[in-house]
């Protein structure tokens, strides 16, 4: 397979124009999707996006190359495009961007179309290459010129390889290098091609392991990482990296080996190079790159690991513990509502024992996130802990207040930094205890100090609790509806990023805490997420002239997606046109919070959608609140949307 095997002719534009990254993006899809690869268009165009927010894909010198590997493309292809005027993309160089190509990679075991994709980044360095396909007048010149570069690169790759097993020349020295992207597609080869070509141009010997969407290849062996005087980690994805220990090793983003290979190289031969110290035994052989994100960055990563594993017993008992209100026979007993009846007693234990792991996860995973394995049992404990209210006095908890969810977040952070610590104090510790360290000193140490740390705050995070719940309960009615329009506002405001997150998360751990306040605020969030997709679909329907065919076409979606509680549909919309989209999505859930507040709404389940809505208290004005805030915001993106011209 060749790379002009990939480029349907129907997917070349010589002439494109572009009003900015999001619009050239979307006629990037579009332009793919004339040549029949893609099963899923909108679902493709959704993957572009989401790879592109994760770094741009804007290499530099002019180009870029947007991808996606995903079930909504049916057979691996190109599409280009050409803009003679230039294209603000956010491109690493600061430049405007005159030559795209878009990848479709299918989610297949036969991953050999990769081979040729990655053939493509590294021609589309040559800036011969590229700049002759910018001045190509018809398209068949345009597949010429690349049929020919890669018909040429095939045979020096050939000749070069003989030359080398011929020749045995000395070199400086010898190097070797890493790079991987999170798709594994473009970077990955780019990077590696990179930093070869500089390398050799300094007079180094190189040999680069490329861990790309079809696996790891060019494996290093033994030998080789043990002759080698550096060795450079370019990737934003998980490397074995136990093996260098020792060695002199540097770890950057992938982009920095496409840009800043000759830095990497210069930086891993200096004398005061960083040497590589491998993690304590039975800890994961993998690591990620460290520098590929700040500080800020680093505590998101560490608290979202914790919620991710958090929210199936969030949602699993959650769901339970609802499903028992509403089996249960409230005249029986009001204060034992949930468990008068044997069937609701039962669903209202065994989703209460999914959901006493809630905290203990949390913890355990984020400090898992900071420390590897290690830190784990110290998170778990120090969760537990917090989900009790252990304190000196009284380590059972029986007499005090819990510490609750903001107990199990510091918890997990203060464990796994504690863990950190030990590994540090550890360290000088003779090779012979290594096995030790993991099974006995870090979990025995661990827990001592997790303990003492947390018998220690919990007074003052109990009391924090207490008086937030307090806070809560006395709110007056117009204080109320204002905290439900802000919670409920923040999810529409990235629709699954780190806001809708935050707002999510709060939500949860006031539902943890079992109290009408907390039963309200939930029900403010979940309305909150529900609105955006809802009011997409409305608008799709009401205003016709002010969506695009392929926009009114699966526009309707969103009411299925709005109603399952998945704010993530609205995303494609207000990538196309955030400044429009998104501040009508974030009045229209902030509406329907601050009404569903009014109405005193409620939610014991922490998700669901409509499928929970038997759940709800005062499900009519619930209902309400959705609907007003739903078509508030669709006629807000209505009047706001220009009309389009097909």
């Known amino acids: 397979m060749r790379i002009v095997d990939l480029l349907d002719p129907r997917s070349i534009n010589l002439q494109g124009v572009s009003s900015g990254k999001e619009d050239i993006l979307n006629k990037m899809v579009s332009l793919m999707a004339e040549s029949g690869k893609i099963n899923d268009v909108e679902t493709y165009r959704k993957g572009v996006f989401a790879r592109e927010e994760e770094s741009t894909t804007g290499i530099g010198d002019g180009i870029a190359i947007p991808h996606c590997k995903s079930d909504a493309v049916s057979k691996p292809g190109l599409a280009a495009m050409v803009v003679p005027e230039g294209v603000d993309f956010d491109a690493l160089d600061g430049e405007p961007v005159y030559l795209l190509f878009l990848i479709a990679a299918p989610n297949t075991a036969d991953n050999v179309h990769l081979d040729v994709l990655s053939k493509l980044s590294v021609l589309l360095m040559d800036e011969d290459f590229s700049g002759n396909l910018r001045k190509a007048k018809t398209k068949e010149e345009f597949l010429g010129i690349i049929d020919a570069a890669e018909t040429n690169a095939d045979a020096d790759k050939s000749s070069e390889k003989e030359e080398s097993a011929a020749a045995g020349k000395k070199s400086a020295g010898k190097l070797l290098a890493v790079t991987g992207c999170p798709t594994g597609i473009a970077h990955t080869y780019m990077a590696a091609e990179a930093i070869e070509k500089q390398a050799k141009l300094m007079g180094y010997s190189i040999k680069v392991e490329t861990r790309g969407a079809s696996g790891a290849k060019n494996v290093f062996t033994d ?17 074995p990296m136990e093996r260098f220990n020792g060695k002199k090793l540097v770890e950057a983003p992938v982009s920095d080996g496409i840009s800043k290979s000759e830095e990497l190289i210069r930086k891993v031969l200096a004398d005061d190079a960083p040497v590589y110290q491998a993690k304590g035994g039975g800890e994961s ?242 309305i909150g997420g529900m609105v955006a997709p809802i009011a997409i679909a409305l608008a799709t329907t009401l205003f016709k002239n002010k969506f695009t065919a392929e926009e009114r076409k699966s526009g309707p979606v969103n009411y299925v997606m709005g109603l399952c509680f998945i704010t993530e549909g609205a995303i494609p919309f207000a990538a196309a046109d955030p400044l429009r989209v998104i501040p009508s999505c974030v009045v229209g859930s902030a509406i329907a919070g601050g009404l569903s507040m009014a109405f005193g709404c409620t939610l014991r389940a922490p998700h669901g959608g409509v499928f929970v809505f038997p759940t709800i208290g005062n499900v009519g004005g619930y209902v309400a609140a959705l609907a007003i805030g739903s078509v508030a915001a669709a006629i807000m993106l209505g009047l706001l949307k220009k009309k389009v011209t097909e």
Request: aromatic share 8%.
């Open 223 to 239: 030998d080789e990482i043990a002759e080698a005087d550096g060795i450079i980690v370019a990737a934003d994805t998980n490397v």
């Open 285 to 526: 052989a993998s690591a990620k790159s460290s520098s590929s994100g700040g500080t800020g960055h680093q505590i998101y990563k560490h608290l979202m690991n914790g919620v991710s594993h958090m929210l199936p017993f969030v949602v699993g008992g959650g769901i339970m513990i609802a499903l028992a209100f509403l089996l249960d026979d409230y005249s029986i007993n009001p204060k034992t509502f949930g468990m008068n009846t044997p069937v609701a007693a039962w669903f209202k234990t065994i989703g209460g024992y999914a959901f006493s792991f809630m905290l203990p996860v949390l913890s355990g995973y984020i400090a898992m996130d900071i420390a590897d394995r290690p830190g784990l049992i110290v998170g778990f404990v120090g969760g537990y802990i917090a989900s009790i209210g252990s304190t000196f006095l009284d380590p059972t908890g029986a007499s005090t207040i819990p510490a609750g969810f903001l107990g199990a977040l510091l918890a997990g952070f203060v464990g796994g930094y504690l863990v950190l610590l030990l590994k540090k104090v550890f360290a000088p510790l003779p090779k012979v205890l290594d096995g030790v360290k993991p099974v006995l000193l870090y979990p025995l140490c661990g827990v001592l100090l997790i303990g003492l740390f947390m018998c220690a705050i919990d007074p003052l995070m109990g009391t924090i609790n207490s008086g937030l719940t307090g806070m809560l309960n006395s709110m007056g009615s117009s204080s109320k509806i204002l905290l439900g329009c802000i919670v409920a506002g923040m999810m529409s405001i990235d629709m699954g990023g780190p806001i809708n997150k935050a707002s999510y998360l709060f939500g949860t751990g006031m539902l943890a805490g079992q109290t009408e306040g907390g039963f309200m605020i939930m029900a403010a969030v979940m």
